[in-house]
């Protein structure tokens, strides 16, 4: 395993890694503003949660 962890860390440190990190983070920065997904992340954790069990009453009658 941790020559798994090296080739990562060595991807990490490289040019080309370090601006597939940026843009991930510029991306996950775009997507965590978004309206939508706030709202699926907050539907998500209602159910998450809510341990399974069905619904709540409230929620998605939009």
Do not use: W, Y
Not at 45 to 51: A, E, M, P, V, Y
């Amino acid at each position: 395993m941790a020559s798994l962890f090296n080739k990562v860390v060595q991807l990490a440190n490289s040019p080309k890694g370090k601006q597939a990190i940026r843009q991930a983070t510029e991306k996950a920065q775009q997507l965590a503003k978004d309206p939508k997904t706030k709202a699926k992340i907050e539907d998500a954790r209602r159910r998450f949660q809510g341990g399974g069990k069905g619904g709540t009453g409230t929620g998605s009658g939009h």
